[in-house]
């Protein structure tokens, strides 16, 4: 079992950029696939994006596709959200998620298919 805290969330204004953090516990953070969603105030939770165990393999959504970078650092058991030139309606939680997998080759979506979450960080963005 893992478990994730999320954090680098705050008031920024549009234009700025940010890295949110997801820290993960336990000595077996390489063998997950990681992910970030976000959810705005009264709307469904959203894929932004994710990589996959050896960070070889990502996958963004489209409305976040060359502004967004995903990485992360198996040393630091750590996932990371860039978030540059930030728009308003990127205002919402942001929560990062993990599933087991070592696959090389399957990009992983959708919110079924993640087994752990994080508790989300607030991102507000002002126009």
């Known amino acids: 079992q893992v478990q994730l805290v999320e954090s680098g969330g705050g008031l920024v204004q549009a234009g700025d950029s940010l890295r949110l953090s997801c820290a993960a516990s336990?000595?077996?953070?390489?063998?997950?696939?990681m992910g970030w969603f976000r959810q705005a105030p009264g709307k469904e939770r959203k894929f932004v994006a994710t990589i996959n165990w050896s960070g070889g393999r990502i996958f963004y959504a489209d409305s976040v596709k060359g502004r967004f970078t995903i990485s992360r650092d198996n040393a630091k058991n750590t996932v990371y959200l860039l978030m540059n030139s930030l728009k308003h309606v990127v205002t919402a939680v942001y929560y990062c998620a993990a599933r087991k997998s070592l696959s090389g080759s399957y990009d992983y979506i959708g919110i079924s298919e993640y087994d752990y979450w994080g508790q989300g960080t607030q991102v507000t963005v002002s126009s």
């Open positions: 336990g000595r077996t953070f390489s063998i997950y696939a």
